[in-house]
């Protein structure tokens, strides 16, 4: 990638990149794949780091990790939720980060829990963090130069977390909204909150009056019920064909509630 | 692992490419940006396999890769090297038809036939990896597989009499 600079692109999956280069939304003179990297596709806990996502495991591989199903079940039903079952076999997890499109399912859930994601280039490796990694509709901070490797989820606190895609389809739809949260509980109260929002911003964002609402203080309906209206207002998403701005900070005022009360009752689910 | 290429003189690329499909073994020359479905139709004449709409929406495309269902049109020849590839016409044994393709065609869930081959190999891939499913996991499965004639009803129930036959007979 240093050769070839902004001219090539990293092919992983290629559900994305190929369709793009197809519509012409995308023409680089050169893609590498990275497909025959099998140490890239493993999903496993490191004692010294937390969950390590390899950038080329697939949706479907996300979905029926022993690793993901036993400490972030909420990570294998997003990615069981994603697209249709042929692009879960072929799309990747890092894919679904570089690409960066607003709407992607993966980063909210993986902002939520704090991830990281791992850049190579032949100059080192620098971690980033996911919630710094986007800057914009399809634009992140990893240089044309860079790779990204591997998401990784440090080990936390939280004692459940869940994410809904609110989409105008079952299957093979954008996410009008997408919720994540993560809490950590002690008996009633929540000690630590992370809620992230997809496809509401230019870039996945976090609520954060929202989670200070929320933190040590006793969870009521009503608790919740002013926490998802701040989250709503944090919100700042466009009016577009799949929902107006109005609607969509409504369903985030729903959603957020929903979510919330499913991830403090149910554990990562 | 680097692949044998070919430069031509105008500086074009191809490459040396071993499929296996449907269980024969076929080494083919492709250029770089040649998808798998277009190899499949055009240079192995295995026509069964469909396109629509070529970006990965319609799943008309659909083939099993090492025994799971992809969109041939969106993976390129060059990373389908070496690869375990099944099509439609890889279904049937001889004069025998699949008990899916039997059951399509007992339940008319075949209507134009265009959706028709990508549903029954996801169809198939779902009954390979779970004998028994559920409706709604059926589905599921067929979810990437437009139909715009016959609404998936008797698609559901095809699968589903299918998976029932099958389980008859292991018992």
Redesign the interface.
């Given at each position: 990638m240093d050769q070839f600079g902004a001219r090539g692109k990293v092919l992983a999956g290629g559900t994305d990149v190929l369709s793009m280069m197809k519509q012409g939304l995308l023409a680089p003179e050169v893609l590498v794949s990275l497909k025959n990297l099998a140490e890239l596709k493993q999903i496993y806990a490191d004692p010294a780091r937390g969950v390590v996502i390899g950038a080329l495991a697939t949706h479907n591989d996300l979905a029926d990790s022993p690793v993901l199903q036993e400490r972030y079940l909420s990570l294998c039903q997003t990615a069981h939720h994603m697209a249709n079952n042929q692009v879960r076999n072929t799309g990747t997890a890092g894919g679904n980060l570089v690409n960066a499109v607003p709407s992607a399912d993966l980063p909210p859930l993986l902002i939520a829990l704090g991830a990281a994601v791992t850049l190579v280039s032949t100059g080192g490796s620098r971690t980033v963090k996911l919630e710094e990694f986007f800057t914009g509709p399809r634009m992140t901070v990893k240089k044309d130069n860079e790779i990204l490797t591997e998401i990784v989820i440090p080990d936390n606190s939280f004692t459940g977390s869940t994410y809904h895609k609110f989409g105008l389809r079952r299957s093979g739809a954008l996410a009008v909204v997408g919720v994540a949260v993560a809490v950590a509980m002690e008996g009633d109260l929540c000690r630590d909150v992370r809620i992230a929002l997809g496809a509401v911003a230019p870039t996945p964002i976090r609520a954060f009056k929202a989670e200070e609402v929320l933190k040590n203080r006793p969870v009521t309906d009503q608790l919740l019920e002013e926490v998802g209206r701040c989250a709503a207002g944090e919100s700042n998403p466009i009016s577009d064909i799949r929902g107006s701005k109005e609607y969509r900070q409504d369903m985030i005022r729903v959603f957020t509630r929903r979510m919330l009360k499913k991830a403090i009752s149910e554990g990562h689910v | 692992?680097s692949m044998e290429a070919i430069t031509d003189k105008h500086g074009v690329k191809r490459y040396l490419i071993t499929l296996n499909v449907n269980g024969d073994s076929y080494t083919k020359v492709v250029k770089?940006n040649t998808?798998l479905v277009n190899v499949l139709r055009d240079d192995l004449d295995l026509t069964g396999t469909k396109k629509g709409c070529?970006?990965?929406?319609c799943?008309s495309c659909?083939v099993l890769?090492d025994g799971?269902?992809?969109?041939s049109c969106?993976?390129?020849a060059?990373?389908a090297d070496g690869r375990e590839i099944t099509t439609i016409e890889g279904l049937a044994q001889h004069e025998q038809l699949d008990r899916l393709q039997d059951s399509f065609v007992n339940h008319a869930a075949v209507q134009c036939g265009y959706c028709t081959p990508g549903m029954i190999m996801?169809a198939k891939?779902l009954l390979s990896k779970n004998p028994d499913p559920t409706e709604q996991e059926v589905r599921?499965?067929i979810?990437?597989?437009l139909c715009r004639c016959t609404g998936y009803v008797n698609i559901v129930k095809a699968v589903l009499a299918a998976a029932k036959a099958e389980g008859g007979a292991a018992r």
């Open positions: - | 692992m770089g998808v070529e970006l990965g929406d799943g659909t890769m799971k269902p992809v969109n969106l993976v390129l060059v990373e996801s891939a599921e499965a979810a990437g597989n």
